[in-house]
């Protein structure tokens, strides 16, 4: 998979795209990811990426020039391009994978009060929210987004765990996990998962994540 990451503060990317799963993922060539820093495209004399907004107000907008120059020098036929906005889409587990299953995804991070609202036609991209929150910029949307979609590409998470049995993915939380020590402050790992019974085992795993999902998030459930 490939993704191109368009930002005003590309040193942001530097260590999440250099550890863990996500750096190892591109050191192995499964991801192809390009940071490009959006004021590369600016042309004024101070390379000026946002202004004030018209009608007046706090806070200052991004300049759609910039932007649009930035996305298009990838091409016209550059992937699924996605802007960063607490005003679009929430980012779910059916978007997910729908972003799993594209070759190519172009994330566009805003800033200040957000980007010119021409952009988004511009282009055009979709505006995608990580939640009903607001963040200072698309920057930490952006990794939430290329972390959650890449955790599906195959090899990504390779013998550190699977994702299907991930929260979210049969219509559960995720059921509670164990490792040594057997007690812990007074407290003994369920008998049934020393028990080496894989069926008893495997029951206990969905009760207790039903049990989880009912405490936690009723909502996710048929009477919740
Ligand atoms: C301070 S926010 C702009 C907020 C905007 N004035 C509003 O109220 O909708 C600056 C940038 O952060 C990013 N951002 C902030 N919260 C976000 C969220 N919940 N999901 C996705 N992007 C977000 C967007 O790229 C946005 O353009």
């Known amino acids: ?71 298009e020098s990838l091409g016209p036929d550059r ?10 889409r929430r980012l779910d587990r059916d978007l997910v994978h729908e972003l799993a299953a594209e070759p190519w995804l172009v994330l566009v991070c805003g800033r200040y009060e957000g980007v010119d609202e021409r952009v988004v036609e511009v282009l055009p991209a979709e505006e995608v929210s990580i939640g009903d929150y607001v963040l200072s910029g698309g920057e930490v949307p952006t990794l939430v987004v290329l972390e959650a979609v890449t955790r599906l590409v195959p090899g990504v998470i390779g013998s550190e765990g699977s994702h299907e049995r991930d ?7 995720d059921h509670p996990h164990y490792t040594r020590p057997p007690e812990f402050r007074g407290m ?35 009477d919740g």
């Open 1 to 71: 998979m490939r993704v191109d990451i368009f930002t005003i503060f590309p040193g942001i990317f530097e260590s999440p795209l250099r550890e863990s799963l996500l750096g190892k993922a591109i050191e192995t060539g499964l991801l192809d990811v390009r940071v490009h820093d959006i004021r590369g495209f600016a042309t004024d004399r101070h390379r000026s990426t946002d202004d004030e907004p018209y009608g007046g107000g706090p806070g200052m907008v991004m300049k759609p020039e910039p932007v649009v120059a930035a996305v």
């Open 79 to 88: 992937g699924r391009t996605i802007l960063l906005s607490p005003a679009g």
């Open 167 to 173: 929260s979210f993915e049969e219509g559960l939380l």
């Open 188 to 222: 003994r790992v369920p008998e049934v998962l020393v028990s080496g019974n894989h069926a008893e085992i495997e029951r206990w795993r969905r009760e207790a994540a039903l049990e989880k999902t009912r405490r936690n998030r009723p909502d996710m459930l048929p």
